[in-house]
């Protein structure tokens, strides 16, 4: 059983910034270098979208909202991923979920999610 836990959200005024962490305690490392990460979010009434993701070797992508203001990394030693947000907007509050993805067979794992609030 994967399990991924995700830590560091929090109440945050707009401009402000945050960083999520998500470790993967029970995996193992040569496995966990293995998958594609992934940060996701919900909001009240809307469905689970897709924030940014990263390869095992380092390639990032971004949803058009977050593009120049949110930051995914990975420290593969440490089997954490990471989510550098800035420059919160009110939009962005949401419960953010991590997601690994295995790309050969589409096996994927949630963690419990870390609520974001950005509010004033």
């Known amino acids: 059983q994967v399990q991924l836990v995700e830590s560091g959200g929090g109440l945050v005024q707009p401009g402000g910034s945050l960083r999520l962490s998500c470790k993967a305690p029970?995996?193992?490392?040569?496995?966990?270098?293995?998958?594609?990460m992934g940060w996701y979010r919900q909001a009240p009434g809307k469905e689970r979208e897709l924030v940014a993701a990263?390869?095992?070797?380092?390639?990032?992508d971004y949803a058009d909202s977050v593009k120049g203001r949110f930051t995914i990394s990975r420290d593969n030693s440490r089997k954490t991923t990471y989510l550098q947000m800035n420059s919160l907007k009110p939009e962005d509050t949401a419960l953010y979920f991590c997601?690994?993805?295995?790309?050969?067979?589409?096996?994927?794992?949630w963690g419990q999610g870390t609520q974001v609030a950005v509010s004033s």
């Open positions: 990263i390869t095992s070797g380092g390639s990032a």
């Open positions: 029970r995996m193992i490392l040569s496995t966990f270098t293995q998958y594609v």
């Open positions: 997601n690994a993805l295995m790309p050969n067979t589409g096996q994927n794992y």
